[in-house]
């Protein structure tokens, strides 16, 4: 598969689009650097970690240089090795995880998936374009790296930014279909869903003894879904940088709640590797940062792409229900992909 740059096929890059932003960045790669516990953020321009630092490298990135709407193009061998569970497999392991909760083992736990999209004739620049172009309220990259591979996502969930000094991250949960004109009745699941993630972040920012404002829930679109959000701002030294990052992540949004046994629970009943999906990423320097977990995301291979899909499970989850809520969330990446090949 080619994929078309202004670069050689063994040049490192990231090009990604900052929400609200026209114009995108291609940044060329000059210093991989694997972060270590006496290395800072601070000193480099763009982080690219897992969901689990225990399982993979947490990369940091120095830029040689960025170009504001640059072109790329990647050449890419590495074949898909995967096999996605079928449906009828995920609402097996569905419906173990629901009479689990319902025993009483966890409240929230996140569970995920894989999906393959088969094709030889796929344009990592086209798709980045297309994602930018549709979805300009998200952060999207392609990232191209020759230990990581190639990822692409459009993700609407931050983690955490900073500015001037004043940080902020979300609570971002439920998700229904986004229709025009018509304001979504939240169910009780996802209403708790949310009340989760609020819960955990509230109790971070007390642990850290960190002050914080909370806004009022509103509706958050993200491509053809929409979710419940609200947004937590807080000020503390950039220093303390990393800290807060690691009190936050994994957070319930993409683990579960509470946060440790979601996490026990998912390595039990999940059979691949989220690898990079569920991380977060994003650019950073010595005054900012724009950090985003990696959702709605696919690596791409010589021959398929791998799309990651996952929604919160309670026990008052339908399976069925939880079936179609990730392929929902799938055509985020979907329509683009057949649009791209299809043109």
């Known amino acids: 598969m080619r994929v078309t740059t202004i670069y050689n096929k063994n040049s490192d890059f990231v090009a990604y689009s900052v929400p609200g932003h026209k114009e995108h960045m291609l940044s060329v790669i000059s ?77 929230k736990v996140v569970l995920s998936r894989e999906k393959k999209y088969v094709s030889s004739d796929i344009d990592a620049y086209e798709i980045f374009m297309d994602l930018k172009n549709k979805y300009p309220n998200a952060f999207v990259y392609c990232l191209s790296h020759r230990d990581i591979g190639v990822w692409i996502g459009a993700t609407p969930e931050v983690l955490l930014s900073q500015d001037k000094g004043c940080f902020q991250t979300t609570a971002l949960a439920g998700t229904q279909k986004y229709t025009p004109n018509n304001r979504p009745e939240w169910t009780t699941k996802e209403i708790k ?10 109790g971070q920012l007390v642990f850290l003894g960190i002050d914080y404002n909370r806004s009022d829930i509103k509706d958050k679109q993200a491509g053809s879904v929409v979710h419940r959000q609200s947004i937590f701002n807080f000020h503390t030294d950039i220093s303390h940088l990393q800290k807060v990052i690691n009190a936050l992540h994994p957070g319930p949004a993409i683990s579960g709640y509470p946060k440790e046994k979601a996490m026990q629970m998912i390595s039990e009943i999940e059979h691949y590797d989220r690898k990079y999906y569920c991380g977060y990423l994003g ?30 499970i309670t026990k008052d989850s339908k399976s069925d229900s939880e079936w179609t809520e990730t392929e929902l969330k799938s055509k985020t990446l979907l329509d683009v ?5 299809i043109a």
Not at 285 to 308: F, G, K, P, Q, T
Not at 337 to 341: A, G, M
């Open 283 to 312: 650019p950073v320097s010595s005054s900012s940062c724009e950090l985003y977990i990696n959702l709605r995301c696919m690596s791409v291979h010589s021959d398929a792409c791998n799309l990651y899909l996952g929604g919160g």
């Open 193 to 202: 869903e949310h009340d989760y993630i609020e819960q955990f972040i509230i």
């Open 337 to 341: 992909l057949e649009s791209t090949i």
């Open 31 to 107: 210093q991989t650097v694997i972060q270590g516990p006496s290395l800072s953020l601070l000193d480099f321009d763009f982080v690219f970690a897992p969901y689990d630092n225990t399982k993979h490298d947490t990369y940091l990135f120095s830029f040689d240089e960025q170009i504001k709407g640059g072109k790329f193009q990647i050449e890419i061998s590495e074949k898909l090795d995967c096999r996605p569970i079928n449906k009828h497999e995920y609402i097996e392991t569905c419906d173990a995880l629901i009479d689990r909760l319902k025993d009483g083992e966890s409240q």
